[in-house]
């Protein structure tokens, strides 16, 4: 078996990269190491690894943008099993296997010999994603925040910050929209819509706590426009999955697909990468991606 290690250096600090070579060179198992250079290459990378048909572990090295190239490269092999070594600084996928996951997903080794299962994917518009797309307010607040990461004195948490406030105060909440999924059809101005394989985004929301990311089906909330202050009032329960809490402003549905058109061009954020068109067709992928995890971690949350 080949043990891939694809490392972008631009994700974490910057002595991120060199520590974690250095980790892997202790490895017991013969492993690869490919760095990338720029936007596309994990991709293309795993997707190299994934075709040549020998069994490999691919490791993404990372945050979750590098996951999802990585994932969306390997889709669809059975010959070929992912995961993420948590370098970047958001690693929102991990945390379905609990507070622990970044040290545990760090030990090499462990990870290198734990067990994998495969997981369901979510399809936007042709672009696979492991985690959560979402459309809205959430989606335009994680593409606006690029915008202030740059200036000087906001780190990552600021700049989130500083979109949010723009978003929702000269912005708007509302955008119309028509939705459908399954036998719910609405047309009107939605705050955002989720749609959940996996359960944590934006650095720690987590709209569905139950949610298994191999069951074959997909989470769905629509949260319709709401006033600022019903915004301000709900955002933290909906990030803590209280959505059962407010059956008026949250529509919940379980299924495979779901249809997003706008008036002008929505954006839909996939695992933290932004895709842009008028409609947005997600649905659960007839891919599935292995994804291995360290011995004695589990993904279901009764356990």
């Not at 972008?8 to 060199?18: E, I």
């Not at 028509?178 to 009107?188: A, K, R, S, T």
């Not at 720690?204 to 600022?228: A, Q, Y």
Request: proline share 4%; hydrophobic share 40%.
């Amino acid at each position: 078996m080949c043990h891939l290690f694809i490392i972008n250096p631009s994700a974490g600090k910057k002595k991120s990269t060199r520590l974690l070579e250095e980790n892997i060179r202790k490895l017991s198992v013969p492993y690869e190491i490919a760095l990338t250079r720029q936007a596309g290459d994990a991709r293309r990378i795993a997707r190299e690894a994934a075709e040549s048909g020998q069994e490999v572990r691919i490791y993404a090295c990372g945050g979750d943008g590098t996951l999802n190239e990585v994932v969306n490269g390997a889709a669809g092999y059975g010959n070929a099993a992912v995961t993420n070594v948590p370098i970047g600084t958001g690693n929102d996928f991990l945390k379905i296997f609990g507070k622990k996951c970044r040290a545990r997903f760090s030990d090499l080794e462990a990870l290198s010999k734990g067990p994998q299962a495969a997981m369901d994917l979510i399809d936007c518009n042709g672009h696979l994603g492991i985690d959560i797309v979402c459309t809205g307010l959430d989606a335009r607040i994680a593409v606006d925040k690029d915008t202030y990461n740059g200036f000087p004195l906001i780190t990552g948490i600021g700049a989130y910050a500083i979109s949010a406030v723009v978003n929702v105060l000269h912005k708007g909440i509302g955008v119309p929209t028509v939705v459908d999924c399954g036998d719910l059809h609405f047309d009107g101005e939605t705050a955002l819509v989720c749609v959940c394989s996996g359960r944590y985004y934006g650095g720690g929301f987590m709209p569905v706590g139950d949610n298994m990311p191999d069951d074959g089906l997909l989470e769905v909330l629509v949260v319709r426009k709401v006033s600022r202050l019903t915004f301000f009032r709900l955002v933290s329960k909906y990030g803590a999955g209280k959505y059962r809490d407010y059956p008026d402003l949250i529509w919940y549905r379980q299924g495979h697909d779901v249809t997003v058109k706008g008036q002008q061009k929505l954006v839909a954020v996939v695992d933290g990468e932004p895709v842009w068109s008028r409609e947005l067709r997600i649905g659960l992928s007839d891919k599935k991606v292995n994804f291995f995890y360290p011995a004695g971690m589990s993904y279901d949350p009764v356990k």
